[in-house]
């Protein structure tokens, strides 16, 4: 680790073998929009460069570091990237990097960046070009603080708040998201179900995890047989699928150490 980049060195990390890893933390990000920091990723230096998004699309970041590791990268930085990087993942980041390389990748040597955020210059960069940028008067726009449709709650029978957070995400949220839809398609569910999205809701070692409303249900789904006996036994059934809900809204918790506020 001490053979890592450093900020006076003048080498580029392809120059010094290091391969490196944008992750980016947002959970609304349109595809074009992700492409677009993607490009500017791949663009900012030669060399290995791959761009993440710690929430929801994509491969996550362990399996991004097992494929980097399987192209036959040793040396792997892990760049924060993004105008502010929650302060909560900054200080989360590194035991999982740890924890990547504790479990068979010893010989890798992860890295992790700083934060971008910490930059006074970066920032003060980053306002002088938009403001550089031409603004667009609004005379002529309609007036409107949301449109016309947005005032009764949609029809549904289950609300599912499915955590897409950075935490959930290590567990296979992305995929999970996708495999839940999938499964409601086939079982006719789409049209009763609300999905939202929601950030970290806590329980992440359990991820990937929903709660269900109005029953209060808080599901563990950790692969596709899980999540079909969901969809089946509980919301076309009716039933409660005791084995894969580890809490019920309102009642007693199970002891546990005291929480830290997480804000991602
Ligand atoms: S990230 Fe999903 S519960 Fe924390």
Request: glycine residues 10%; hydrophobic residues 40%.
């Amino acid at each position: 680790m001490g053979s890592d980049i450093h900020p006076g060195d003048r080498l580029t990390p392809a120059a010094q073998g290091v391969a490196v890893l944008f992750v980016v933390s947002a959970y609304t990000l349109s595809r074009g929009a992700l492409a677009r920091l993607e490009a500017a990723a791949l663009a900012s230096v030669p060399g290995a460069v791959r761009l993440i998004r710690l929430e929801e699309t994509g491969p996550d970041l362990l399996t991004t570091l097992d494929q980097m590791r399987a192209e036959g990268h040793r040396r792997i930085r892990v760049q924060p990237f993004g105008f502010p990087f929650p302060e909560s993942l900054l200080a989360w980041l590194p035991g999982v990097l740890a924890h990547w390389r504790a479990r068979g990748n010893t010989d890798t040597e992860v890295s992790l960046g700083p934060d971008p955020g910490r930059d006074a210059a970066a920032l003060q960069a980053f306002a002088t070009v938009a403001l550089a940028g031409e603004a667009r008067p609004v005379e002529g726009t309609r007036p409107s603080l949301g449109k016309p449709g947005w005032t009764l709650p949609p029809d549904f029978d289950f609300h599912l708040l499915v955590c897409t957070g950075p935490r959930c995400a290590i567990h296979g949220a992305a995929a999970f998201l996708q495999m839940l839809k999938a499964e409601l398609a086939a079982a006719g569910l789409t049209e009763r179900c609300l999905i939202t999205r929601t950030g970290c809701i806590y329980p992440c070692n359990k991820g990937p995890v929903l709660t269900l409303y109005p029953q209060g249900g808080w599901y563990r789904l950790p692969d596709l047989a899980a999540t079909r006996r969901f969809v089946r036994e509980v919301l076309a059934g009716g039933g409660v699928a005791e084995e894969l809900k580890f809490h019920t809204s309102g009642a007693p918790r199970a002891t546990h150490p005291p929480q830290q506020e997480k804000t991602s």
